[in-house]
């Protein structure tokens, strides 16, 4: 192909809101256009699937406010977990010198609409809780680790590419990228990275051992192109 592919309408992910704090916004009460296409007095059939008629009823009833607290509790434990699908989608299509861009489903959710706004509910202004984190997943210039694991036991060995995806005006040429995982010591450097063009190329490989832990853990490996 001549032309660079443009990947459109990707990650439609639902962004259930906190409706107490819509309520709270609207007198107490639960807004007339909160259930579009539904409009008070008007049919039910098939609303369960074309809007969010029944959302605060079925919260209860699913006991989701014991497990999460309330709606908000819910609402940012979904925010983070949609975070985790975006930054991963996101890292396969820029892993991928065939495609040169792509476009984000619905910006800034509206009535009716439905729940996929990455920008906040329903216009409100109200970012999403991953807001700072989203220029780490999302610039011109994207360093990524490419996993293909993410739980392993003491004595074993984590291995995984990094790679760089490169689109910015600056220039890249003898750069270093350093990794880290402070809580178990390990470390390193990826030197010698430099780009003739704008694209996408694997800069190295992250491996270590895993050493003995008395715990579970939960960890994040950091990397760093300087």
């Not at 819509?22 to 074309?50: A, C, D, I, M, R």
């Amino acid at each position: 192909r001549s032309r660079p592919l443009l990947i459109t309408e990707m990650l439609a992910l639902t962004y259930p809101p906190d409706l107490d704090e819509v309520k709270e916004t609207h007198g107490g009460e639960t807004p007339w256009w909160f259930y579009l296409p539904y409009l008070p007095g008007g049919p039910t059939t098939s609303l369960e699937n074309e809007s969010a008629f029944g959302y605060e009823q079925r919260f209860h009833e699913w006991g989701l406010d014991t497990i999460f607290g309330g709606f908000k509790g819910f609402s940012e434990a979904n925010q983070w977990h949609n975070f985790s699908i975006l930054k991963y989608e996101i890292e396969q299509i820029r892993k991928n010198p065939d495609i040169g861009g792509y476009t984000y489903t619905q910006f800034n959710q509206q009535p009716g609409d439905g729940v996929v706004g990455i920008m906040g509910d329903f216009g409100f202004g109200k970012e999403r809780v991953f807001a700072d984190e989203m220029p780490m997943i999302n610039s011109p210039d994207l360093v990524f680790i490419d996993w293909s694991r993410l739980n392993y036991w003491a004595g074993e060995t984590f291995r995984a590419d990094v790679y760089l995806s490169h689109f910015s005006d600056k220039s890249i040429n003898g750069a270093s990228a350093t990794w880290s995982l402070k809580a178990l010591g390990a470390g390193g450097t990826i030197e010698g990275i430099s780009f003739s063009a704008l694209g996408v190329k694997k800069i190295g490989t992250i491996e270590f051992r895993i050493p003995e832990v008395k715990t579970s853990m939960r960890l994040k490996v950091h990397v760093a192109v300087t």
